[in-house]
């Protein structure tokens, strides 16, 4: 089974950058059928999707996030992780990583979310 | 960017009661691109429906998804204590490829 588990600092200062790393394990980063992705909620919001990378390193980004975000992937951890800069209060939120299920270029939907975290933007 | 608008916004129902959300795309999108979830406080959301229709696993028929084109809905035909939680459709496909609408929250009456 696919467990997905975020970590990184839940108090981030305005103007800093946030970082958040996923740990996968009993799945690889490296497979061709998925998308991993970071996904944040507001307090009290719905869902919003920051970006995905794929397994060749290629990614995605929300566009009023594309010029201070980046996600990378680290197969030899199986991990990938998020930085955002710049970040303001309005970057307070619940960040979660997740698994988009694409074989073959369907769409199967997030099937393993990690059970997110809470990043706090404040001085 | 495809916009999804779901309806109501609250739906309060007592237990055994039939739910009907609604999700409409500002544009139409491929019934293969249209995903359910549902998220209860303090929880990650979790996928109920994919492919508009397709229950993910280990999800229990009495949740089901329909529709085409714009107009998409999900139906839990008896609701259990535990359905009470927001649900999310979800589009795949369009730029940005991922969106979500505003929720559902499905409340005790």
């Known amino acids: 089974q696919v467990h997905l588990q975020e970590s990184g600092p839940g108090l981030v200062k305005p103007s800093e950058t946030l970082s958040l790393t996923c740990a996968v394990s009993g799945g690889a980063v490296s497979s061709g059928d998925f998308y991993w992705i970071w996904i944040r909620q507001p307090p009290g919001k719905g869902l919003e999707y920051i970006g995905y990378i794929y397994h060749t390193g290629s990614t995605n980004y929300l566009p009023s996030f594309r010029s201070r975000v980046s996600i990378s992937v680290d197969t030899s951890k199986n991990q990938f992780s998020l930085s955002l800069r710049s970040v303001s209060v309005a970057d307070t939120a619940v960040y979660f990583c997740?698994?988009?299920?694409?074989?073959?270029?369907?769409?199967?939907?997030?099937?393993?979310w990690g059970r997110g975290t809470t990043v706090t933007v404040s001085s | 960017e495809i916009v999804l608008t779901q309806s109501p916004d609250t739906l309060s129902l007592s237990p055994g009661e039939r739910a009907t959300l609604s999700c409409r795309a500002s544009?139409?999108?491929?019934?293969?691109?249209l995903a359910w979830y549902q998220q209860k406080p303090g929880q990650a959301p979790r996928l109920l429906i994919a492919g508009a229709s397709t229950r993910a696993a280990g999800i229990p028929d009495r949740f089901s998804g329909s529709g085409s084109g714009k107009e998409f809905t999900l139906t839990i035909s008896r609701l259990e204590p535990e359905d009470f939680a927001v649900y999310y459709c979800?589009?795949?496909?369009?730029?940005?490829?991922?969106?979500f609408g505003p929720g559902t929250k499905v409340e005790i009456k």
């Open positions: 979800q589009q795949y496909g369009g730029s940005p490829p991922f969106t």
């Open positions: 544009q139409s999108i491929s019934i293969n691109y």
């Open positions: 997740a698994r988009v299920f694409v074989p073959g270029y369907n769409f199967y939907g997030m099937d393993v």
